[in-house]
């Protein structure tokens, strides 16, 4: 669905995913990252997308690209607030 376009498709995909419980760190991270850059890019929610990206980090808090993300997201959300 992400290499489609269809975002929607992919967020509601990648919320079931989240849902269920994984084998491997590493892709449960990535998803939870996937989710925060769909929840920010494409329905401009800085909020969600906020609180995805602090669930990546708590598996992996030395990501840098993770860290990167959530100072983004941080700062839009005061932004808009």
Request: no cysteine; net charge positive; hydrophobic share 35%.
């Amino acid at each position: 669905m992400i290499m489609e376009g269809n975002s929607e498709g992919a967020i509601s995909s990648l919320e079931k995913g989240i849902s269920k419980s994984f084998r491997s760190k590493a892709f449960q991270s990535e998803s939870h990252f996937l989710l925060s850059k769909f929840y920010f890019e494409k329905r401009k929610d800085p909020v969600k997308a906020e609180s995805e990206i602090k669930k990546a980090i708590e598996i992996f808090p030395l990501h840098k690209e993770y860290l990167d993300a959530l100072q983004i997201y941080i700062k839009e959300r005061i932004k808009n607030s």
